[in-house]
């Protein structure tokens, strides 16, 4: 009743084309992105902003970049922990470089140096597909890391191998380093992903993102309809390495604040993983709904039995969340595959029907 | 259809529920601690680290619950504490640090060298004092630069040149190090590298040849690792281990016949759990440690009757003196000495962690009060000043002899005048790093 398009008319091209053509969407997603902004950083404590929402607003960009690859080309990648740590080891090394540099500036130049460094591992998705080139990724992870923690002049030669976010401001408000206030970075990592997630939603709505899905689902037939397979697998390489590196490099300066290779292990690029997967393939909803899942369904289930009153040991608490969790992915995994992103879907048509369905 | 509305409900209930604990957490929680000292504990009892986490988290908790039993707390204040697990992991470690801080901590024990470097950039702001016993960020104990961060009785470097010595004891001399051949096996982690640069210091000064091999995270594949060993075939080897990989490299020191007793451990590679799947082999295995083996001690004894014998003890009674259930002790000690130092220095008040932190810096744990603690010959007296953080003590040299540990040397003096000048000009790179300044120690007296 409430949720109808009956009445809007697009009288031009434009109208036609816009991101959220229904005038409810973009009521919703306004205030959506108004209220991310604005009520975190007024009511919630340091817990929420440094443990939940700053980790999901960067899990949630990695989740993006991770989802234009494999979502979109159809190219599954377990790389994205290495790519992660390119982004973030080469934020380091410029901004200790060139510590006049704006912050912003660093992540972006950080994201274009992952996103070579994914051109080169793309390279060889042009002959080997599915498991195979999962394998070419993870190779990628582990030379990457392997990489960062031999050569000591990525962390400048620190003797404990770490790398520390030194602090940095943004027109005068300290934006990284010990003394950047957890708001402050809420709002930055905030900024990025909403700026990011409207180009990605932009770019695969576009040319690019349509020759991705014409790969993936045939690139025989996208060969033949004029979609050239090398430039486009390695421009999604190219473009996914640029968030999941614009994500490390925040990973580090946002959220860790100091971090060793071992924060950007494989366990990291299988987590990035199920956030795609359970948040729906080739779709950037998904993302956003899967790094939801991933981040905030253990934290609740840590905090609930203390707030339920009940008092165990850490430890079988600790078994307990990780079986819960475990069961609950299998359990929306089974009853839909399709990822939470289709479940919106599936609400979104309903509400169009209701109060009167067929 | 209906199961997709229930799912839709589930997942609504699932995404809001931490908001509605949100809502929850914002009332204040910790009135119930304002008297108490409160003490967070990250501890690792599960994952892949947990038979060394274990012990460690035990012994902390029976002290706590000794002196809340036995004497009524800390000079009258009882220690209140919260476990949360962290399972060695940094990032589970921090959320565990932020959702415990609220509740007015005084210290933290981070428990891991990765957690430490997370929690030293944030000590200073959130005003919690960290107390990393033995491990985290050498450069740490100087507190000029690090006012917040402790890391006595002694830290990395300083047991790098303790060993050193301990070797060059054996050899017959500091001059008889010359051209020998020592190697050492670290963590690929900023924990296993923390000795590196010390043992090149000291391999140049004294000029023996020293290999450094790596071994990657978890550390349960170290076969070209000992191949390097075999074709080296150094005549000591250093090892700073943690987790399985410890008992890894002992099996396999034994397999290509190392002599057992030229292999010293690290204090985090010697503890039951790291010789025992080696069986016999282990025997004559060393390791360094800053307190004795065994429950031969006092306190011990107290432990048993006031802790277990209540019923109110954290693991199993056969597991009290074991290495690292030590190690849970006298940290929970100097915790406790440190607290009640603030304690006499302000009596009769909420201590806050101010406080507490001048109480860390002020330590001064003599011979004497160990004997009353039931600790004497147990640890040694640690004295903590403004400018030293550390206290560069003495260390033990522990050996298996395939059913428990024995002190098999005197304390072995740290190389402090080594140690210190590295000490102080990691702390000034350190220190700059986060953009702090030097404080002034003549005007704090």
Redesign the interface.
């Given at each position: 009743m409430i949720y109808r398009e009956a009445g809007q008319f697009k009288t031009s091209y434009a109208a036609d084309q816009a991101i959220f053509p229904i005038l409810q969407d973009r009521v919703l997603v306004t205030l959506g992105i108004l209220v991310a902004f604005l009520v975190p950083p007024l009511i919630?404590?340091?817990?929420?902003l440094?443990?939940?929402l700053i980790?999901l607003a960067i899990y949630a960009l990695a989740a993006i970049g991770l989802n234009l690859l494999t979502g979109y080309a159809g190219q599954v990648s377990l790389g994205t922990g290495g790519f992660m740590a390119v982004g973030a080891y080469a934020a380091f090394k410029l901004t200790t470089s060139f510590p006049g540099l704006n912050i912003l500036v660093v992540f972006v130049l950080a994201g274009l140096m992952a996103a070579a460094v994914g051109l080169v591992f793309g390279i060889p998705s042009l002959r080997i597909k599915g498991f195979y080139l999962a394998v070419a990724t993870l190779a990628a992870q582990f030379f990457l890391i392997?990489l960062f923690?031999k050569v000591a002049w990525f962390t400048n030669y620190a003797?404990?191998?770490?790398i520390?976010a030194?602090?940095r401001t943004i027109f005068g408000v300290m934006t990284t380093?010990?003394?950047a206030t957890a708001p402050v970075r809420y709002v930055v990592a905030l900024g990025v992903l909403a700026v990011f997630a409207l180009v990605a939603k932009n770019l695969v709505r576009g040319r690019m993102g349509r020759s991705w899905m014409a790969i993936r689902d045939r690139d025989i037939a996208a060969e033949i309809i004029g979609v050239r397979p090398l430039r486009t697998k390695l421009l999604a390489f190219a473009v996914s390495s640029f968030y999941c590196g614009v994500a490390g490099a925040e990973y580090v300066f946002l959220y860790?604040?100091?971090?060793?290779t071992?924060?950007f292990?494989i366990a990291l690029s299988f987590l990035v993983l199920f956030m795609v997967i359970i948040g729906g393939l080739g779709s950037i909803l998904g993302s956003f709904l899967g790094a939801?899942?991933i981040v905030?369904?253990p934290?609740?289930l840590t905090?609930?039995p203390h707030?339920l009153g009940l008092v165990m040991?850490?430890?079988l608490?600790?078994?307990i969340e990780l079986m819960v969790f475990g069961a609950?992915i299998i359990f929306?995994l089974i009853?839909?595959p399709h990822g939470?992103a289709r479940?919106w879907q599936?609400?979104k048509e309903k509400l169009r029907l209701w109060p009167f369905p067929h | 259809m209906r199961i997709r509305v229930l799912l839709g409900l589930a997942i609504a209930a699932l995404l809001l529920g931490p908001l509605a604990i949100a809502g929850s957490a914002q009332t204040p929680g910790g009135a119930a601690h304002t008297k108490d000292a409160f003490i967070p504990l990250l501890v690792y009892r599960t994952g892949p680290y947990a038979p060394s986490g274990i012990p460690i988290a035990n012994g902390f908790v029976d002290y706590f619950t000794l002196i809340n039993e036995r004497d009524g707390g800390i000079n009258g204040i009882k220690v209140a504490w919260e476990e949360c697990e962290t399972q060695y992991d940094t990032k589970q470690g921090v959320e565990c640090y932020e959702r415990l801080k609220g509740k007015s901590a005084l210290l933290v024990n981070p428990y891991s060298t990765g957690i430490t470097y997370q929690l030293i950039p944030k000590a200073p702001v959130d005003k919690v004092v960290v107390f990393s016993m033995g491990y985290g960020m050498s450069a740490a104990s100087d507190g000029r630069w690090f006012p917040w961060v402790f890391n006595f009785p002694t830290n990395y470097w300083s047991q790098a040149s303790a060993v050193i010595r301990y070797i060059s004891q054996q050899e017959g001399g500091l001059e008889k190090l010359k051209g020998k051949k020592i190697a050492h096996i670290y963590h690929n982690s900023p924990y296993g590298k923390e000795a590196n640069s010390t043992l090149e210091d000291l391999a140049k000064k004294y000029q023996f040849e020293l290999t450094l091999l790596a071994v990657d995270h978890p550390g349960q594949e170290q076969k070209s690792t000992w191949l390097q060993i075999r074709r080296l075939n150094p005549d000591w080897i250093f090892m700073s281990g943690w987790g399985v990989m410890n008992q890894v490299a002992v099996k396999e020191a034994a397999a290509i016949g190392f002599k057992m007793d030229h292999f010293i451990g690290n204090w985090w590679s010697a503890s039951d759990a790291d010789v025992i799947p080696a069986g016999e082999a282990a025997k004559g295995y060393k390791g360094a440690t800053f307190h004795a083996p065994g429950i031969g001690y006092k306190v011990h004894t107290e432990v048993i009757k006031h802790v277990y014998d209540k019923g109110k003890g954290a693991g199993k009674k056969e597991e009290v003196g074991s290495p690292l259930y030590n190690r849970g002790i006298v940290n929970a000690m100097l915790a406790a000495e440190a607290i009640r130092t603030a304690a006499v220095k302000y009596p009769k008040q909420a201590l806050n962690a101010e406080q507490v932190r001048w109480g860390f810096e002020n330590l001064n744990l003599t011979d004497k009060r160990l004997d009353e603690l039931g600790m004497k010959g147990f640890t040694h007296p640690v004295k903590v000043s403004c400018e030293d953080h550390e206290g560069g003590g003495p260390v033990l040299i522990q050996q298996w002899d395939g059913k428990k540990w024995s002190v098999v040397s005197d304390w072995v003096a740290v190389m402090r005048e080594v140690v210190r000048p590295k000490i102080e000009a990691a702390a000034v790179e350190e220190g700059k790093k986060l953009g702090y300044t030097q404080r002034d120690c003549a005007k704090e007296k």
């Open positions: 919630a404590d340091e817990y929420w440094q443990a939940v980790p392997w923690n003797s404990s191998g770490t520390t030194p602090p380093g010990p003394l860790l604040g100091s971090a060793e071992l924060a292990d939801a899942f905030l369904v934290i609740f905090n609930a707030h040991p850490v430890a608490q600790k078994q609950l929306f009853v839909e939470l479940l599936i609400a | -």
